[in-house]
């Protein structure tokens, strides 16, 4: 049976680490709130020019040829090199959040390599840098501190290069990935192809559209239309993980608030029964004690 003592002092060690988690879950979810309004306004912007982009660059398509037509909307089906952008938290305790988008990334490394694509990885987050670090694996560029803490201007200084190499034609694809915010208690994986920018979807409505854009500006729009959707989509990569982030760590906090309460009613029934046990001992001893002197 195990010492009073010892379990005393595992039961007040629990109950510590219970109040941890627990006050973690709290900051957690306060920043989850912050993160998430913001989420859902940047979402909006970013839904918005998107579909403005799409339009203007379909029509701008009708009337190029495919020698003409801008490398930015132009589908490759053989790439030779490939950038993956992805995003990983700097901070821990969060479950698995980063686990799920570190495997999507194995797993389009894998399948490129196997292809005989070229792959290079450009990383946000602590977390990522240190698992690929660790594997081997060579990360062209590293930020550390962007993905706790995103500004607009920050992600336009991160995804700059992977846009500048891919007009360039340095890289002939770039892909996001991120582990994005679903719902308080759940997170939802997102892999975009950032660039080439797909027109599949796109439809043209003459009679609903807003656009009034002279024929001789069309390309100049597109242009500089691009570069703002190429940094606003990595900047709202990172508003959107970070939520997923917060989300993540708040209910496996949760979790560990309440497997550590387990853990207490445990080790209290335990604590009981030593003492029982103790006290039994002492009262068969006295007893013992006083048959003896009889």
Known sequence: MANLKDIARQINSVKNTAKTTKAMKLVSSAKLRKAQQLSEQSKSYATKISGVLSEIAARVALVQNDDNQSRAFTENKSPKVVDIVFVTSDKG????????????????????????????????????????????????????????????????????????????????????????????????????ELLPISLDSVSIDETGSMLDIEPDDNEEVLEELTSKYVDFTMYYSLIDSLAAEHSARMQAMDNATSNANDRVKDLTVEYNKARQAAITTELIEIISGVEAQK
């Not at 389009?108 to 602590?126: D, F, T, W």
Request: hydrophobic share 40%; glycine share 8%.
């Open 93 to 192: 305790l969060c479950g698995g959040f980063n686990m799920t988008t570190i495997k999507e990334v194995r797993t389009l490394i894998e399948q490129y390599s196997n292809e005989g694509v070229e792959v290079r990885l450009r990383a946000a987050g602590r977390k990522g840098i240190d698992y690929f670090t660790f594997q081997g694996v060579e990360i062209l560029q590293k930020e550390l501190g962007l993905s706790g803490a995103p500004t607009y201007d920050k992600a336009v200084k991160f995804i700059k290069s992977a846009f500048e190499d891919f007009n360039n034609e340095v890289t002939d694809k770039v892909i996001v990935i991120h582990n994005g915010f679903l719902n308080m208690l759940s997170q939802e994986l997102k892999t975009q």
